[in-house]
């Protein structure tokens, strides 16, 4: 087909939904509405999954130093530590401090301590407080760096990690059950309504069958339309995406202690992943719009 008879094919397509404008204004409401529910679904997930992770950073890793160790060998211990390849953050904690810690822990024996103790840090060991970037391999990090020169513990507890570990295996099993219900969903929804929109039609596409028009001929305008009309049910998911995501951020991260506390901080900004969303809405509602369109032309197409 020349070129010349490709672009008259898309300028029919193009021109049909303005002449079919309540069928293509139907299946643009579907289509946005099916790509929102699946696209915010999985931004839900992926979000949900960032502050778990945040949550498991939260775990800290309490290092103990051998009683008595310079600041030399603090130095070293702190250097190794930073090259195990999961450590985060590593945060010196002086003896001293680690005394004032002790002391706000046990408020009760303030007297022993003051009386007995006093400020006399000295029986204390240094040590360091480390996170780490993956929570689930925070037994290998332990592992590693007791294992090191001058380091007479390192723990943290396990039972914080195991529990993240699991919800985290739930959080992705149902998320992944939802998103794909969806899909399904919204797949069955678009094919219906690209079917009406066509079977609407089936008397133009079988008089150009019977004057002779080639299959190609006469599915091109459907897929030409489908994938405008899709194009801009993608446009149109992407930017209303962009408005709720945007006003969600804002207002959960306004809340400091519930950042902290449930690992909100944790979320992604939206600029981190525009170019991923716009391209995932885009792509996939020109390509559902068009699929679509073509495929319930075959129907009416064999006659």
Request: with cysteine; aromatic share 10%.
């Amino acid at each position: 087909m020349k070129l010349s008879g490709l672009r008259y094919l898309a300028d029919q397509g193009v021109e049909n939904i303005w002449k079919n404008k309540m069928m293509a204004f139907a299946t643009f409401c579907v289509l946005l509405i099916s790509l929102l529910l699946v696209g915010i679904a999985g931004l839900f997930y992926i979000n949900l999954n960032s502050m778990i992770k945040g949550l498991g950073s939260q775990n800290e890793v309490v290092v103990i130093m051998d009683q008595g160790t310079t600041d030399e060998q603090n130095t070293a211990a702190e250097e190794a530590i930073k090259a195990i390849p999961n450590v985060a953050t590593i945060k010196f904690v002086s003896k001293e401090e680690a005394l004032e810690r002790q002391k706000a822990s046990l408020p009760n024996a303030e007297v022993i301590f003051n009386d007995y103790i006093g400020d006399d840090a000295s029986f204390m060991p240094d040590g360091f407080s480390v996170t780490v970037k993956n929570n689930d391999k925070i037994t290998e990090t332990i592992e590693q760096i007791n294992a090191l020169e001058n380091i007479q513990s390192a723990s943290a507890s396990p039972q914080v990690a195991e529990f993240l570990r699991e919800l985290r295996k739930v959080v992705s099993l149902i998320a992944g059950a939802v998103i794909l219900a969806l899909a399904v969903v919204a797949m069955i929804i678009i094919s219906n309504t690209t079917k009406a929109s066509v079977f609407a039609r089936r008397e133009e596409i079988q008089i150009m069958k019977y004057v002779g028009a080639t299959n190609a001929f006469i599915r091109m305008p459907f897929f030409v339309e489908g994938m405008v009309t899709g194009f801009f049910a993608g446009a149109g998911a992407y930017f209303i995406t962009w408005a709720i995501y945007r006003s969600a951020y804002n207002m959960l991260t306004e809340q400091g202690m519930l950042m902290k506390t449930f690992g909100i901080g944790s979320l992604i900004p939206f600029d981190k992943i525009r170019l991923y969303i716009v391209i995932g809405y885009l792509v996939s509602g020109a390509l559902i719009g068009a699929v679509g369109s073509v495929i319930s032309t075959r129907k009416h197409i064999d006659v």
